[in-house]
């Protein structure tokens, strides 16, 4: 059986990396891709993750394809993994060359790369000097990169610091076991606090909903948000503690539920709508 790119979803593990010719062992069930997934990332954000060194604009000229013999579940089974040359045609981030070989795939996380497509590529410089990009990384079609790449362009220019933003709603109705959604307002005036390793910062909550704090010092932050009920965060993976780089950014969005007291278990997956 030979498997695509069929199981690049949040919540999967690689426990052994390919080494010489030894096969990759992959249990479905605790496999992760690197890097976000199921959440639209802005590129304040993408550009500067850990496991991000490459950041270029570029056309796909040539896609080779390999066949790699995996172990999946304990069954031998095959996968795909990409050799793709990208002609670069601007670099932002770790990129001088003209030509990038960009690989992906092997592993069950690979981007499905097209010749003849232009991409707005994000990935992990490798030691041999090629690129490899997972699906859960923030690549995308150029014509669906018009955000990341104003921002991208706009780099050189962009005042230092980082910056810190969100928003805060508030529940309006209880969970329903029988709907998939829930109504909010914006929880307006609430205090976010903001704890850096040298000063902390508080930010207020507009009638919009939104909060920002801008021209703060790279490095580790942690948010903290007092309400009265529990407090969700979506993506509901991410942590109140983080790292923002220079002219980089967090984004967090928090849900206040009034209904439900902190301390009490969380239901996750239903659809939340900011009243307007």
């Known amino acids: 059986m030979r498997i695509f790119f069929a199981l690049a979803t949040a919540g999967l593990l690689l426990l052994l990396a390919p080494i010489g010719n030894s096969q990759i062992q992959i249990k479905t069930e605790e496999h992760s891709c690197e890097g976000h997934s199921d959440w639209e990332t802005p ?3 993408s550009a500067w993750q850990a496991n991000i060194s490459a950041v270029f604009l570029g056309l796909a000229t040539e896609v080779r394809e390999e066949d790699v013999p995996i172990i999946v579940d304990g069954k031998g089974e095959k996968t795909v993994r990409l050799h793709v040359t990208f002609q670069v045609n601007e670099s932002f981030i770790g990129v001088s060359e003209k030509v990038v070989t960009v ?3 092997g592993d069950m996380c690979g981007y499905p790369f097209s010749k ?3 991409y707005l590529v994000y990935g992990r410089r490798l030691p041999s000097g090629e690129v490899y990009v997972s699906i859960s990384s923030s690549t995308k079609w150029a014509k669906e990169a018009a955000d990341d790449l104003k921002y991208l362009r706009g780099l050189p220019t962009a005042p230092r610091g980082a910056t810190i933003y969100g928003s805060v709603f508030r ?3 209880p969970e329903n076991p029988r ?3 829930r109504r909010g307002i914006p929880d307006v005036g609430r205090k976010v606090g903001i ?3 040298n000063q902390d910062y508080e930010a207020t909550v507009d009638v919009h909903g939104h909060f920002k704090l801008s021209g703060l010092p790279p490095g580790r932050y942690a948010a903290l948000l007092n309400a009265d009920g529990r407090v ?5 993976w991410e942590s109140t503690t983080f790292d923002v780089a220079d002219k980089g950014c967090a984004r967090l969005y928090f849900w206040i539920d009034p209904f439900v007291k902190e301390g ?3 239901q996750d997956g239903k659809q939340t709508v900011p009243d307007q």
């Open 179 to 181: 709907s998939m959604v």
């Open 116 to 118: 003849g497509q232009k």
């Open 43 to 45: 590129a304040c954000e």
């Open 171 to 173: 529940f309006t109705d």
């Open 232 to 236: 969700h965060l979506s993506p509901p």
């Open 195 to 197: 704890h850096g390793t």
């Open 103 to 105: 690989t992906s795939g």
């Open 264 to 266: 009490s278990k969380n």
